[in-house]
């Protein structure tokens, strides 16, 4: 279970992130919604401490991301909107690499790689330098590094940006299999297909605060309105914010 009480950051006189409390549970699939510079990419960041907060505190399973972040991290599997692979290393060797700093080790470590790369279809690619991969290669890749360690939390930061039809439905599925094993997946996203297809909850942010959350259905009903677009824009509109930078 991820859970956010109050997070706060700030760059410099702009709030990237004001009061965000948020929880994603476990067995569910939690969107982040918002317009660019909403503070999506900020809120993920603390709570896979990359970034610490200004306020507030986060908790992966009960664990202070601030006072242990090593105890956070390894509860959770985190797909950074950069890839952020070695170019040097095949993809086999990122994977594996990633694995020993969680502590896998022989013939665990070999028996993990070889499912991870049959599930998310690795196999053609999978002993090739990830130099010159394309998008959906590496995010394949950066997605088997997120799961090597088998977490019990996901987090990803819009996982199907710039992928083809076929590479995005393979996500979409694999996301709805971790979810239905029990693990609590947090995911942003721009595309409402996409949440429609997958989120079981949903935080809508704008200007680094939370302008609507709830079940898809509750927030139809809430909004008095049936396409969740429609629900999205009139957060949005209400909230008075719109693009920015942050």
Same mark, same amino acid.
């Given at each position: 279970?991820?859970?956010?009480?109050?997070?706060?950051?700030?760059?410099?006189?702009?709030?990237?992130?004001?009061g965000i409390?948020?929880?994603?549970?476990?067995? @569910?699939?939690?969107?982040?919604?918002?317009?660019?510079?909403?503070?999506?990419?900020?809120?993920?960041?603390?709570?896979?401490?990359?970034?610490?907060?200004?306020?507030?505190?986060?908790?992966?399973?009960?664990?202070?991301?601030?006072?242990?972040?090593?105890?956070?991290?390894? @509860?959770?599997?985190?797909?950074?909107?950069?890839?952020?692979?070695?170019?040097?290393?095949?993809? @086999?060797?990122?994977?594996?690499?990633?694995?020993?700093?969680?502590?896998l080790?022989?013939?665990?470590?070999?028996?993990?790689? #070889?499912?991870?790369?049959?599930?998310?279809?690795?196999?053609?690619? %999978?002993?090739?330098?990830? %130099?010159?991969?394309?998008?959906?290669?590496?995010?394949?890749?950066?997605?088997?590094?997120?799961?090597?360690?088998?977490?019990?939390?996901?987090?990803?930061?819009?996982?199907?940006?710039?992928l083809? !039809?076929?590479?995005? @439905?393979? !996500?979409?599925?694999?996301?709805?299999?971790?979810?239905?094993?029990?693990? *609590?997946?947090?995911?942003?996203?721009?595309?409402? %297909?996409?949440?429609?297809?997958? *989120?079981?909850?949903? !935080?809508?942010?704008?200007?680094?605060?939370?302008?609507?959350?709830?079940?898809?259905?509750?927030?139809?009903?809430a909004?008095?309105?049936? #396409?969740?677009?429609?629900v999205f824009? %009139?957060?949005?509109?209400?909230?008075?914010?719109?693009?920015?930078d942050?």
């Open positions: 279970m991820i859970r956010a009480y109050g997070l706060t950051k700030r760059f410099g006189p702009v709030t990237a992130a004001s409390s948020l929880t994603a549970v476990n067995g @569910r699939i939690t969107g982040l919604l918002g317009p660019n510079g909403a503070g999506k990419s900020t809120t993920l960041r603390m709570l896979y401490t990359a970034l610490t907060p200004d306020a507030g505190e986060a908790r992966i399973d009960g664990i202070d991301v601030v006072k242990d972040p090593l105890g956070a991290r390894a @509860r959770l599997g985190v797909l950074p909107h950069d890839a952020g692979l070695y170019p040097q290393l095949t993809a @086999r060797e990122n994977v594996a690499y990633y694995g020993r700093l969680c502590g080790a022989g013939r665990k470590l070999a028996h993990r790689l #070889d499912e991870l790369t049959e599930l998310l279809g690795m196999a053609e690619f %999978q002993h090739r330098r990830t %130099q010159g991969f394309s998008h959906g290669q590496r995010t394949r890749v950066a997605l088997a590094r997120a799961l090597v360690h088998r977490p019990a939390n996901l987090i990803l930061d819009e996982p199907t940006t710039g083809d !039809v076929m590479a995005v @439905r393979a !996500v979409r599925t694999l996301l709805r299999h971790l979810s239905d094993q029990g693990i *609590c997946v947090l995911f942003s996203s721009h595309v409402m %297909q996409e949440v429609e297809a997958l *989120c079981d909850e949903l !935080v809508i942010i704008a200007g680094g605060q939370i302008a609507a959350a709830g079940t898809p259905d509750a927030l139809r009903a909004s008095g309105k049936n #396409d969740l677009e429609d824009v %009139q957060a949005i509109e209400a909230s008075g914010s719109g693009d920015g942050a």
